[in-house]
């Protein structure tokens, strides 16, 4: 079987099986996470793979480009498809030590998987139809698991991440249409083609304008953010560090591929739009984390926040922004990540995250504060851990092409975070109060925060090896600008054989 379609069969096939399985148990949680550890197995191949060969191409059905459905990896998929099975992995085994299986609910482990499937798909799928289909699955599962363990205010809170993702939905639909009357095709290396012809036709920069509002959306760029800062902190934490991981950047991706690989390359005005929206994130994002008095809200407007960044180094347009917003992407994953889990074992060792009702932790848990500490400093930007590589290079970028401005944004939005991280620092660590009881009895803490440190030590090698991971971004950033060779791959193996007929 090819293995490009292995990392979306991988996960469907685990969830139907632990519907069929039934009640949790630890045979159960053995599977999936074994499961879990395959698919991590085969991002890693794939990786290796597209970084030395061309990438990989699947026609289902025997059915060749563009009439059939095409399955892509390419570097850039393979990366974040080894990211998402890496955070998978990282969020089930935390919930494992979190909570035993007597109390755990049936559905989330299916449901994490169908999660996992709708992301993988979005990732690998070749035509625009099959990603409005990879965004539904996907979007059903984060539905179901938003609601799954909500009481009833915290359910009032998912009303407007349903609302606004359903009318997301709806204009990307809209938009598969325009597209199909435009170009005759949803093929992503046939729009290619026919659009590089069509660039001074408005009718491609409306096609842009709309993409952009869809995409812009499922990635939480100003103003179309509001849906996530109230809906992510309802979530169990193994579950919200999954959610803040991956969920925003599949929009992140998918603008770095319509854009990139898709899309005419002149359309000047569109990424002038992104960048300036990418500053207003950064800026108002920050802003309202400094607002939030309580952990996971912090955490939730610091994914809005540094999604500008990488939205950012998109609208800068250039080969060296998109590896920086690639590097970016590698190292906010495993950072924003493991700080929704730090915040979690935080508050189970408080009973709370409401910082005006915490401390005494680094007195009580060092080792946790260290961690804390490791990925709040990366989260700003502070060398020489990999948030600071990852903005050092989109402030070059922005400095090459005189965005004072945007830079300026750059730089305040990093002390604000600074700022507000070490609130939460100074609060419920360093803070040191009588009435806060630290609940180092209970020892699921240190389990929990085993699983973190093993993502800590990821994003330190990360920052400390910058250089080889910024190699493989580069080479990612170049094969998503390469709209011929993407093309060329995606024909030249479909058309090898006849389609099969109906």
């Known amino acids: 079987m090819n293995l490009a379609i292995q990392p979306v069969l991988l996960p469907l096939l685990t969830a139907v099986a632990l519907l069929f399985w039934g009640r949790p148990s630890p045979g159960r949680r053995a599977f999936t996470a074994i499961s879990a550890g395959a698919q991590l197995v085969v991002a890693g191949f794939l990786i290796h793979l597209t970084y030395t060969q061309p990438p990989l191409v699947m026609p289902m059905g025997n059915w060749a480009a563009p ?29 494992y030590c979190e909570a035993s299986p ?19 798909l979005a990732f690998l799928t070749g035509d625009l139809f099959n990603l409005f289909v990879a965004f539904e699955v996907m979007l059903i599962a984060s539905y179901a698991l938003l609601t799954l363990e909500a009481d009833n205010w915290d359910v009032k809170q998912a009303f407007p991440y349903l609302a606004i993702n359903l009318v997301g939905s709806t204009l990307f639909l809209c938009g598969a249409g325009f597209a199909y009357r435009l170009f005759g095709t949803l093929n992503f290396a046939d729009i290619a083609l ?29 103003p179309l ?39 005419p390359h002149d359309l000047a005005g569109v990424h002038t739009l992104l960048a300036w929206l990418a500053g207003a994130t950064m800026i108002f994002g920050v802003l309202g984390a400094i607002s939030r008095n309580f952990i996971r809200g ?6 809005l926040s540094q999604i500008g960044f990488m ?15 690639i590097f970016y992407i590698i190292h906010h994953i495993i950072v924003k990540s493991s700080l929704f889990l730090v915040g979690g074992t935080a508050a189970l060792l408080n009973r709370t995250d409401n910082l005006d009702r915490m401390g005494n932790l680094w007195r009580q848990t060092p080792l946790l504060g260290v961690l804390f500490l490791l990925q709040a400093l990366s989260l700003a930007g502070l060398p020489p851990l990999s948030g600071f590589w990852g903005k050092y290079a989109i402030l070059v970028v922005g400095l090459e092409q005189r965005e004072f401005v945007l830079v300026g944004l750059a730089i305040l939005a990093s002390i604000l975070t600074l700022f507000s991280m070490l609130k939460i620092w100074n609060a419920a660590f360093w803070g040191s109060s009588e009435e806060c009881e630290v609940c180092v009895w209970d020892w699921r803490w240190l389990r929990m925060s085993r699983v973190v440190a093993g993502m800590v030590a990821v994003s330190l090698a990360i920052g400390l090896g910058a250089e080889g991971v910024f190699r493989v ?30």
Not at 298 to 303: D, Q
Request: proline fraction near 6%.
């Open 298 to 303: 912090i955490l939730s407007y610091h994914i």
């Open 194 to 222: 026919r659009a590089r012809a069509m660039s001074d036709d408005p009718r491609v920069t409306a096609l842009a304008l709309l993409l952009l509002v869809v995409f812009g959306l499922k990635a939480g760029v100003f």
């Open 473 to 502: 971004a580069n080479r990612a950033a170049v094969q998503v600008l390469d709209q011929e060779a993407y093309a060329r791959a995606v024909f030249s193996v479909t058309a090898k054989g006849t389609p099969a007929g109906p």
């Open 102 to 120: 007597r109390i755990e609910h049936p559905l989330r482990l299916p449901l994490v998987q169908f999660l996992v499937t709708g992301i993988n």
């Open 67 to 95: 009439y059939g459905i095409v399955v892509v990896a390419d570097l850039l998929a393979a990366i974040m498809l080894g990211l998402s099975s890496f955070t998978a992995l990282a969020t089930i085994l935390y919930g």
């Open 225 to 263: 953010y509001c849906w996530l800062p109230n809906s992510y902190p309802i979530l169990p934490a193994p579950v919200a560090g999954l959610y803040s991981g991956m969920l925003t950047k599949v929009g992140v991706y998918v603008l770095l591929r319509v854009l990139g690989t898709v899309l």
């Open 311 to 325: 939205v950012l180094a998109i609208g800068l347009f250039t080969p060296f922004a998109f590896a920086a917003c």
